[in-house]
């Protein structure tokens, strides 16, 4: 699923990364917990979390994560945005609960981890 499928599937608005829009996602996982992204080990991967704040930019850097997708109406900050321009990473934030948004994402074909 590229990047421009997931704005128009979650209604999602694009605050970092404009440039990888054609860029293809294969997986995605959701999680406000942070030590849980620490435990991935693969690459293509979508974050989808609530937790809005530079931690979990440097933690989808040291997970390897380009792609992160905010759920619910959660603000992306200006530092946010520039760790996220420094790492090349996509950042995208939404209106829905994480529910709906992995429900949207799956019934459209993203694929889970787990």
Not at 4 to 28: F, N, S, Y
Not at 76 to 104: H, P, W, Y
Request: negative net charge.
């Amino acid at each position: 699923m590229t990047i421009q499928e997931i704005l128009m599937r979650t209604e999602g608005e694009i605050r970092c990364g404009e440039h990888r829009k054609d860029e293809t996602v294969g997986r995605a996982f959701c999680s406000d917990l942070m030590s849980d992204v620490l435990t991935l080990g693969c690459q293509d991967v979508l974050l989808v979390t609530g937790l809005a704040n530079v931690q979990a930019i440097r933690t989808a850097e040291m997970a390897d994560i380009s792609y992160i997708l905010f759920v619910r109406n959660k603000n992306i900050t200006d530092e946010m945005v520039q760790l996220a321009r420094e790492n090349n990473m996509v950042l995208i934030q939404c209106k829905s609960s994480m529910f709906k948004v992995a429900g949207e994402l799956f019934t459209a074909g993203l694929q889970p981890i787990y």
